[in-house]
């Protein structure tokens, strides 16, 4: 059995000494990565966020929606 492409690409990648040649590489692996949507890279933080469940009181956040609701619910200036 023979070397795995991932072995051989790893191989070649040790020899390279030139730093700005391996951040090139590095960025060209990277752009060829697919994207993750963004509902996908917040998933992680599901279990985060819902420790912070019921840490304020239903006082502050009606609070927190009325000042939000105010501050932002009008456009000021032309669009």
Same mark, same amino acid.
């Given at each position: 059995?023979? &070397?795995?492409?991932?072995?051989?690409?790893?191989?070649?990648?040790? @020899?390279?000494?030139?730093?700005?040649?391996?951040?090139?590489?590095?960025?060209? &692996?990277?752009?060829?990565?697919?994207?993750? @949507? +963004? &509902?996908?890279? +917040?998933?992680?933080?599901?279990? +985060? &966020?819902?420790?912070?469940?019921?840490?304020?009181?239903?006082?502050?956040?009606?609070?927190?929606?009325?000042?939000?609701?105010?501050?932002?619910?009008?456009?000021?200036?032309?669009?």
């Amino acid at each position: 059995m023979g &070397v795995s492409i991932r072995e051989e690409i790893i191989l070649e990648l040790l @020899s390279i000494d030139d730093q700005q040649l391996l951040q090139r590489i590095r960025a060209f &692996v990277r752009e060829q990565k697919p994207k993750q @949507s +963004a &509902v996908l890279s +917040a998933v992680p933080n599901v279990e +985060a &966020v819902l420790e912070l469940a019921g840490s304020i009181s239903v006082e502050d956040a009606t609070e927190m929606q009325s000042i939000i609701n105010e501050e932002f619910a009008n456009i000021e200036g032309e669009w």
